[in-house]
């Protein structure tokens, strides 16, 4: 190791402090926040019926881990979010090959794509329970419909903004279309792939969460939607703690696959 | 002996919504098998046009062009044709960037990658098979690009300002280098520059063409008389200035 100058060493100890700052700070928001929530359910400045509390939370899932009903719910949401990502993401890179090998197809459909994407697609929740009823199958779908018009046009984007002379090179080589693409434009296009991957998980978690709000007997959105209704708060806010959590899991998993991307190349 | 490369009155425009832009006009010519000619012209006349009609990567509108006396098919295997830019592909290594040419012709066999790895250790660049593309310098980037080209085993090679990139010290030793491996494999070569000196010192013809649409100038023999024959002398030699003035002086007299 090279030896570190003092200004180095001065710098690196500074912004140290400041990490170190902004974390503890972060984190003391958040415990300060929970003790004045608690506290003010529990001397009744707040409605605790209304507003609940963090420890009811946490005791509310306590006794769902007991009786092993939230592993259900959680479950559930998981295994719907992670199809309907898993789906979007196949789908929208098979769509995008499509319409980059044809320039006819592509240019035909382009408003047909813009309009389905500006479309609020939790408005499509409702058509697609009452088209395909109310299964598992078809929250899926609607996690799916929320993500893929636009992962499809932000794909097909990058595919397109590829370097032409990079295309060039491959027929110089007298290659063919067909190696422009697999040896050009979707390996360059894995950053994009990626970046696109961490933007649809989050959307597939709101699909799913929609379409169990209308149609679902399992799951977190249902637990939402069925404890608003009987006025069961520490049920609703204990689901969307989780759902948080889960949203941020799922996040981090990605980030992991770029990371791992990253070392390779 | 039949030309490795025949030119027969070739025409080209490209058009577009905002209308045609001649691009060449009644070229012809034609290259003995392994002379090396250069070809220099006023930026945007349609030097890469040339270029990549000969590739066959677009078809002339009018003309006909030759290899080696046959009628030039889309893609030929027989040209090799080297881009202004590398393009060495971040997510490959040197050495898989070198075989792209291989892979994409289904030739990747043994031998091909036996001699991959002979040229690489040829050219300086064993030490760097295995790292990505980034770690190199211009001129080795140049120099993988070229290896890439060459193990297609071209007859004709292509080069469209291949040093272009470079700055100007590197340019110069690069050109050099890279000329004297094109002469010694004894390939035809089509060299497009700007530099006037790069042409005079590595070519046997100097194509001189005019503003667009481009036609012939003039072709200007190059010829010294010189116990070793390479670039350094060459620039060295008294003739240098007298080819370099009479080019530049066709290149700018149709003002
Ligand atoms: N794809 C294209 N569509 C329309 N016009 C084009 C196209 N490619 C090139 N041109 C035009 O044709 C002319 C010749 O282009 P070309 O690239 O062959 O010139 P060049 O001599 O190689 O130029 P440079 O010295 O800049 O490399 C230019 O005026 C350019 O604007
Ligand atoms: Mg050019």
Redesign the pocket.
């Known amino acids: 190791m090279n030896k570190i100058s003092h200004g180095q060493e001065l710098f690196l100890s500074r912004l140290r402090r400041h990490r170190i700052f902004v974390c503890t700070a972060r984190v003391l928001i958040l415990i300060l926040f929970l003790i004045l929530w608690e506290a003010c359910a529990n001397t009744g400045i707040i409605d605790s019926f209304i507003f609940s509390s963090p420890s009811r939370i946490v005791l509310c899932f306590w006794e769902m881990v007991l009786d092993g009903s939230i592993f259900l719910h959680i479950g559930i949401t998981l295994y719907e979010t992670i199809a309907s990502f898993l789906l979007v993401t196949l789908l929208s890179i098979l769509s995008a090959v499509l319409l980059w090998c044809s320039r006819k197809l592509s240019e035909i459909l382009e408003p047909y794509l813009v309009v389905l994407n500006s479309l609020p697609q939790s408005a499509l929740a409702p058509l697609l329970i009452v088209w395909l009823g109310a299964t598992p199958v078809t929250i899926i779908v609607a996690g799916m419909s929320v993500a893929i018009f636009g992962s499809i046009m932000n794909l097909y984007t990058s595919f397109i903004t590829v370097d032409q002379e990079k295309i060039k090179l491959i027929y110089t080589l007298h290659g063919t279309r067909r190696h422009a693409l697999f040896k050009v434009v979707l390996p360059s296009s894995i950053p994009a792939v990626i970046s696109n991957m961490k933007v649809n998980i989050g959307l597939c978690l709101v699909g799913v969460v929609i379409g169990e709000f209308l149609a679902a007997r399992n799951g977190l959105g249902y637990l939402i939607i069925y404890s608003s209704q009987v006025f069961k708060m520490n049920w609703l806010l204990m689901s969307i703690v989780l759902l948080c959590i889960m949203a941020m899991a799922l996040y981090a998993v990605i980030g992991v696959v770029e990371k791992l991307y990253m070392k390779r190349f | 002996m039949k030309p490795s490369l025949e030119l027969n009155d070739i025409s080209y425009s490209?058009h577009?919504l905002d209308g045609e832009?001649h691009?060449l006009s009644n070229i012809s010519f034609s290259l003995a098998p392994g002379e090396f000619t250069a070809v220099v012209?006023p930026?945007?006349?349609?030097?890469?046009?040339l270029l990549s009609l000969i590739a066959g990567l677009m078809k002339p509108e009018s003309g006909q062009i030759y290899l080696n006396g046959e009628p030039l098919t889309e893609n030929s295997s027989k040209i090799g044709y080297m881009l202004q830019h590398d393009h060495l592909f971040e997510w490959r290594t040197v050495y898989r960037n070198v075989l792209l040419g291989a892979e994409i012709n289904k030739t990747l066999t043994p031998e091909i990658k036996e001699k991959a790895n002979v040229l690489l250790e040829q050219y300086g660049l064993k030490r760097f098979a295995r790292s990505k593309p980034s770690e190199l310098s211009g001129g080795m980037r140049q120099r993988a690009a070229l290896i890439r080209t060459l193990l297609l085993e071209p007859e004709l090679l292509l080069l469209d300002?291949p040093f272009s990139a470079l700055d100007y010290q590197t340019r110069l030793t690069v050109s050099d280098d890279i000329g004297q491996i094109i002469r010694r494999s004894g390939k035809t070569a089509l060299l497009v520059t700007?530099d006037l000196s790069e042409a005079v010192s590595l070519s046997d013809r100097v194509i001189v063409l005019t503003r667009?649409p481009a036609s012939i100038a003039r072709i200007v023999p190059v010829t010294f008389d010189l116990d070793k024959d390479t670039p350094l002398n060459r620039r060295n030699a008294p003739e240098f200035k007298t080819y370099f003035n009479e080019i530049w002086k066709e290149l700018n007299h149709d003002e």
């Open positions: 490209y577009t832009t691009a012209g930026s945007g006349c349609g030097k890469s046009t300002e700007h667009r």
